[in-house]
């Protein structure tokens, strides 16, 4: 069975910083695409990052590129987003999802397996 939980959000203030960590079970993490998403509320979910199988490849939506950083280690099955600079705007539940197929893509339905998310709040 394959299961993503994500862990480490909560309220920061603006210009604050957070680390979301996201542990895998249930199948062959080091094969796969790792991409984070984001809803807030009322919002349809959204790309915000990517990481390839081996993690020499990295996407970034423009509205967190200079200010979050993915990662991940293939030993542990498990991938992190570094929030830095948080804004406001940022406020939303993320998501870590698994890409089953080749190559990067930044919509939701590409990706099969997605967590419960994790809130994320800044404050101003």
């Known amino acids: 069975e394959v299961q993503v939980v994500e862990s480490g959000g909560g309220l920061v203030p603006s210009g604050g910083s957070l680390r979301l960590s996201c542990a895998t079970s249930?199948?062959?993490?080091?094969?796969?695409?790792m991409g984070w998403f984001r809803q807030a509320p009322g919002t349809e979910r959204e790309f915000v990052a990517a990481?390839?199988?081996?993690?020499?490849?990295?996407q970034y939506a423009d509205s967190v590129k200079g200010r979050f950083t993915i990662s991940r280690d293939n030993a542990k099955n498990a991938v992190y987003l570094q929030m830095n600079s948080l804004k406001p705007e940022d406020t939303a539940v993320y998501y870590c999802?698994?890409?089953?197929?080749?190559?990067?893509?930044?919509?939701?339905?590409?990706?099969?397996?997605w967590g419960q998310g994790t809130q994320v709040t800044v404050s101003s």
């Open positions: 990481i390839s199988w081996s993690g020499g490849y990295t």
């Open positions: 249930g199948f062959t993490f080091g094969a796969y695409v």
């Open positions: 999802a698994v890409r089953t197929n080749y190559g990067f893509r930044i919509l939701p339905g590409d990706y099969a397996y």
